[in-house]
């Protein structure tokens, strides 16, 4: 592709960031979901994914979907700086997706979590795969994070007992920020995170086709 | 005394609701009244009983009796609305049969509901715990699964119990409620996946330990609705009646700690042999029962209770499959608390729904075959007011 310099002045510059080295978790239900790391190439099938929850009131489904999906075109377009993006997939089947960015080395961004298959706390486990990203492998010391739905409120804020900074300014918006420091993630990664390495090629393989998903239980009758 | 039965029943999905509780009320007595063939307007039913724990505190309206017979148009029936914790279901019930039994009327309709998740998880922990002894409990900061930890906790050591068989309970009545289309939850747990798995202490954790999220019922939004009806009326209703041959009530100390034997609950022991009395029953005449499985170490200490197995072997039960469907006493074929959902005034309308739709031979796929007689024992604190109520197929 080739990037006019008009285009190049409005990409942000990019710092590295280490890659997320995928895991696979057994969840309740008995199912392997794997989670990995997904690239700019991905996101249109991720749009595909989001794109119906875009209409879904229940549970603030609306606002973080379309959320998501700008992101996720900000992303594949150059227009966030840092941003990354992990798929949660159960024989290949997208069920979930969160994102977020590196701020700096130091500090991180929490974007959104959206799980599409429920009842089995696909979202919980990959927001803790998120946090884990960004103080594991990214080597952060505090992650911004704020919630949209009373569930994001339960599972982060009052789980993780995260510190309640409202006046340091999060990327959402006005929404009371909350903050995952080094000392809070160490106290609760061990029952909050959880996933087996490597996963096999086989199976990364399988999670890597991101297969749209069939059905969405907060859409009954849904057909695509 | 004139004899009692069940014309009519009616449900309401378990899970979460986004009508009015007075709506859910509605929609579970609408049913119910179809069931039985009986329609709304004056003169139809001569009184309303509704069950509900919660509906003052958590969704700021009171005596929901009344208001469910405007919203049915049954004026001018009675109507009380009843609250006995947990067990406010079948406490509802029982005083329908005292109105019929007694003569004072000849058909009642028995409702019970609660809409629990308009507030968190924790809330819900909160309000349930307020049933506890304020000063000696509550203040301490004790709840239901608290209790239940500690309880479960002494069982393991008496009896052997582990956490493997409360998964197997826990499994049982998830693919139970997997052929129950009311159920809340409609996802079976993997056995290995939840207790065995190097993954399992954080996809099921810990609650109150050694009991984990697959050992707790959900919170649950939800109604339940009976007709019941004088036996010498049953040509009146399409479905020929459901008899309630016995019901037992027994109330045991309120704090749990002045118990003598911490790991008897009493009160379930004394209402179960009242019920079996009354009915003229013995616990081995019990084809199907629906027993207050807040937590999977409560079906269990139930069942030996009730008189189902021997005490401390309710667990090898368990592990022999004797308590599934096909097994020698099915238990929760409706998925239990544990799977349909646990709203608190609905459940033990709701367990009986269950008992009458397995003695006429309606629960689909999770039919026990040639069931005759039905158990239901709704659990009110922590074991400190329980009714148990037999209904028997007639004919």
Known sequence: MIVDKLEQSLRPPELDMPPYPAKYITLASGEKMVVHQVGREDVPRLLEAVRPLVTVERDFYDIVAARLYAELLAYQRYRVKNEYVLAGTIDGVIVGIVNGRMVDADLGMSYHTVAIKRGLRIGAQLFAAKMEYHMDYLGQQEVLIVAESPIGYRRWMIEYELESRPDTWHELGGVPTHVLTKALWEKHKRMKCTGRRPVSPEMLEVARKLILPSEYPQIPGFKR | ?395
């Open chain 2, 1 to 395: 005394m004139r004899k009692v039965g069940i014309a009519g029943v009616g449900h309401t999905k378990f899970g979460r609701a986004e009508i009015p509780l007075v709506d859910v009320l509605a929609l579970a007595a609408l049913e119910a009244l179809d069931d039985a063939g009986v329609k709304t307007g004056k003169g139809n039913v001569d009184q309303v009983f509704v069950a509900s724990m919660g509906a003052g505190i958590l969704n700021r309206q009171s005596s929901v009796a009344s208001a469910l017979v405007d919203t049915l148009d049954l004026q001018p029936a009675m109507a009380e609305t009843i609250e006995n914790g947990p067990a406010s279901g079948a406490s509802a019930v029982k005083l329908g049969y005292m109105a019929i039994a007694s003569g004072m009327c000849d058909v009642a309709l028995v409702v019970g509901g609660e809409l629990m998740r308009v507030v968190t998880g924790w809330e819900a922990t909160d309000f349930v715990a307020t049933m506890l002894h304020p000063d000696a409990e509550y203040a301490y900061g004790l709840t239901l699964p608290a209790f239940a930890g500690m309880f479960t906790r002494l069982y393991m050591d008496k009896y052997g119990v582990t956490e493997k068989d409360l998964a197997m309970v826990a499994v049982k009545n998830h693919e139970h409620a997997m052929h129950n289309p009311v159920a809340h939850i409609q996802l079976v747990p993997n056995f290995h996946a939840i207790i065995e798995d190097e993954d399992a202490h954080v996809i099921n954790p810990y609650v109150a330990e050694p009991l984990r999220v697959y050992d707790v019922c959900p919170v649950s939004d939800g109604a339940a609705a009976l007709v019941l009806c004088a036996m010498d009326l049953v040509d009146r209703f399409p479905k020929k009646p459901v008899r309630i041959a016995g019901i037992g009530q027994a109330t045991d100390t309120h704090v749990v700690a002045e118990r003598e034997i911490p790991t008897d609950l009493l009160a379930v022991r004394l209402a179960a042999e009242r019920a079996y009395a009354m009915a003229g029953l013995k616990p081995e005449d019990i084809d199907v029962a629906e027993l207050h499985d807040a937590f999977t170490i409560l079906e269990i200490a139930i069942s030996e209770e009730a008189g189902l197995f021997p005490r401390g072997e309710g667990h090898l039960a368990a592990r022999r499959g004797d308590t599934r469907v096909g097994g020698k006493l099915p238990i929760n074929t409706s998925g239990g608390l544990k799977a349909k959902g646990h709203p608190l005034g609905a459940t033990g309308v709701s367990q009986i729904v269950e008992i009458v739709r397995q003695l006429r031979g309606e629960a689909n796929g999770r039919q026990v075959e040639g069931a005759k007689h039905g158990l239901a024992v709704n659990f009110g604190g922590f074991g400190n007011n329980v009714v148990a109520t037999i209904l028997s197929k007639e004919g």
